[in-house]
């Protein structure tokens, strides 16, 4: 499997965009969806996040959930957790609110510094990792499974266009 894609996003605007066209293939998905966000601090995954939450339906703010572990956001026909582990000091800390009742169908769970919580964290369907690239970024996708897959097959097919 492990299908890659990876393109250039030169400023905010285009985090957004790209996160918004990402969007129209996760709401498709009917099985719990997990993505871990990878890059360091101010890479842009909170952006991403707000972009695909927002493209999704939801009609509140989005913010980071780097105090508060989680925010949860539910629309009509699917629920979007978006963590942020960073502040996690144990992975233990994660049985304390029911993390694992938060991964069951028609989810999408957003990991950010998905590795603090160790073997608690289940694995990803999509790795989505920022990189600076002077004042702007690249994004890099890696499928772990068929949804996955398809989705990067699609965003190819899309750019190709």
């Known amino acids: 499997m492990a299908s890659t ?7 905010e605007t285009a985090t957004l965009a790209f996160g918004q066209k990402l969007s129209t293939y996760l709401i498709k998905q009917t099985e ?8 360091q601090l101010g890479a ?22 780097t105090y508060a572990l989680v925010e949860e956001y539910h ?14 000091s144990d992975p233990e800390e994660l049985e304390f609110f029911g993390f694992r ?4 169908s028609n989810t999408l769970c ?6 603090k919580g160790g073997d608690l964290v289940p ?8 990189n600076y690239q002077g004042n702007a970024r690249e994004i890099k996708l890696q499928a ?10 699609a965003l190819i097919a899309d750019q190709a266009k």
């Open 123 to 130: 694995a990803a369907d999509l790795l989505i990792t920022l």
């Open 44 to 65: 842009g995954k909170t952006t991403l996040t707000r972009a695909i939450i927002q493209n999704m339906g939801y009609q509140g703010n989005v913010k980071s959930p």
């Open 144 to 153: 772990n499974s068929i949804a996955a897959e398809q989705i990067i097959c």
């Open 101 to 104: 009742d938060y991964f069951r």
């Open 5 to 11: 894609f990876s393109t250039f996003l030169e400023n």
């Open 75 to 88: 629309l009509t026909n699917k629920s979007i957790y978006h963590f942020d582990l960073y502040r996690l």
């Open 110 to 115: 957003l990991l950010e510094w998905a590795e």
């Open 32 to 39: 719990n969806f997990v993505i871990y966000l990878n890059g």
